[in-house]
């Protein structure tokens, strides 16, 4: 199957600091990319759909200027968590759509984001 | 939007057991997959199933959507089988978009 990297696994930082998470399709392209955020024991909730040269767009309720998104190629999205505070902590994952099988979504092993 | 439960929440089997885990959604789909989620957090892809039946070793899934629902089985179950699996789905909307289940969490004992 196709491979998505996340970096960082885990990151720490103190309120008021801005994040940025990368996400990398390693073996395909992927002109659409996703941002999930998980919090503990719950499902998955689609933050953003991420495009290749466009404007993310985001799903009610999240906060575009909270959570930047830039897809500068065809293998890489960025979300920038800014001026993060405690209730921003949660696991944020990506995911890509292969170009194999049709809509098929691939996702990274996800990055552990605590706001001290 | 649409709404997808599955069920059971939680379910608890001794190793070497079978189970069925069921995902229900509210509305057609143009996609359907689901996932193993791992205790490290690791989303890891069982089967892409719109439609049909597929078997993957001691996994496999069937999705009978005109009837809105799919069912993954897992037989012989290992203590490696243990995380949440999720169903997700594609409304017939063509962005490519997937709304996630509400998970099943399987542990399976020694």
């Known amino acids: 199957g196709a491979v998505v990297s996340q970096h960082p696994s885990r990151v720490i930082c103190k309120s008021g600091t801005s994040v940025k998470i990368e996400c990398r399709s390693l073996d395909f392209q992927a002109t659409t990319m996703f941002w999930y955020r998980q919090f503990p024991k719950k499902s998955l909730m689609l933050m953003a759909t991420?495009?290749?040269?466009?404007?993310?767009?985001?799903e009610q309720g999240v906060e575009k200027d909270k959570f930047l998104i830039n897809h500068a190629s065809l293998t890489l999205s960025t979300l920038t968590v800014t001026s993060a505070h405690p209730e921003d902590s949660s696991f944020y994952i990506c995911?890509?759509?292969?170009?194999?099988?049709?809509?098929?979504?691939?996702f990274g092993p996800g990055t552990r984001l605590t706001v001290l | 939007g649409i709404q997808v439960e599955q069920s059971p929440p939680d379910l608890i089997l001794q190793e070497g057991a079978n189970s069925t885990l069921r995902c229900n959604f509210s509305d057609s789909v143009n996609n359907l997959q689901w996932f193993h989620q791992n205790p490290w957090g690791q989303l890891i892809n069982l089967f892409y199933i719109p439609s049909g039946t597929k078997q993957n070793g001691r996994l496999s899934a069937t999705t009978v959507a005109t009837e809105r629902y799919s069912l993954l089985y897992i037989s012989s179950s290992q203590t490696t089988d243990s995380g949440v699996y999720f169903c997700a789905v594609d409304p017939n909307f063509g962005n490519e978009k997937l709304t996630f289940g509400t998970g099943t969490r399987l542990t399976i004992i020694p």
């Open positions: 995911s890509a759509v292969s170009g194999g099988a049709p809509n098929e979504q691939f």
């Open positions: 991420s495009n290749e040269g466009s404007k993310a767009t985001y």
